[in-house]
């Protein structure tokens, strides 16, 4: 009896594993989805203009299928079968006095009802459909809001200056170095003038010999 209730928590904690891994792909290709939309990018399926995140968010509904496939048709009926067999283990112990009823206690306080199900109980493979259909339908719509909602921004205009990289703060710049020899030159003093008279004094002192 005790293996039989290992067994069952293995699969168990296989379960939880995969809904785990899930949940983080889910939620990666959701991050995936948001940084393709700073790049804006666009195709034409069919003749409909198609954001990529938006197709990039849609991709993430086939891994979440394969957990899915996993989940519900593998290890479910695994755990399914070792709960059988330790209902019937603790019904062959009754017969020799034991009272053991882990597995149908279990079976009877896990369906639930709800009211939109009425008398109808949810069981756990109920569960397992809504947890994964949660998880789809918020995919889609987030893919759908993206694939039509989302469009590249245009461009502003740049003018000719600034598309070749020059700026007014550069011209600006530009022109305060190229002034920079005039005004050195302003701020020199004026050259001294030569009047006629002191050059032909000049000359006159140029032409005395010693004897």
């Not at 983080?24 to 959701?30: K, N, P």
């Not at 086939?62 to 479910?76: K, N, Q, T, V």
């Not at 005004?183 to 000359?203: D, I, S």
Request: charged content about 20%; glycine content about 8%; proline content about 7%.
């Amino acid at each position: 009896m005790e293996k039989i209730v290992e067994v069952q928590q293995h699969f168990n904690d296989l379960e939880l594993r995969i809904r785990n891994f899930a949940l983080i792909v889910t939620g990666a290709f959701l991050g995936l989805g948001g940084y393709a939309i700073k790049d804006g990018g666009i195709i034409k399926a069919f003749g409909i203009e198609v954001s990529i995140a938006g197709l990039v968010v849609f991709s993430a509904i086939f891994p979440l299928f394969a957990f899915y496939f996993m989940d519900r048709l593998w290890y479910h009926r695994l755990l399914d079968g070792s709960v059988k067999a330790g209902i019937e283990a603790e019904a062959a112990l009754k017969n020799f006095g034991y009272k053991v009823d882990l597995g149908s206690k279990i079976s009877e306080y896990s369906p639930f009802t709800l009211w939109l199900t009425k008398k109808t109980k949810i069981r756990s493979k109920t569960k397992m459909d809504i947890f994964y259909l949660m998880l789809v339908a918020a995919l889609l719509l987030v893919a759908a809001c993206l694939s039509f909602g989302v469009r590249p921004q245009p461009v502003p205009a740049l003018a000719p200056t600034a598309a070749l990289g020059v700026t007014p703060a550069a011209i600006a710049d530009n022109a305060s170095k190229s002034s920079l020899p005039a005004k050195a030159a302003e701020a020199l003093p004026p050259p001294p003038t030569v009047t006629p008279a002191a050059t032909t004094r000049a000359r006159d002192v140029g032409n005395i010999h010693p004897e």
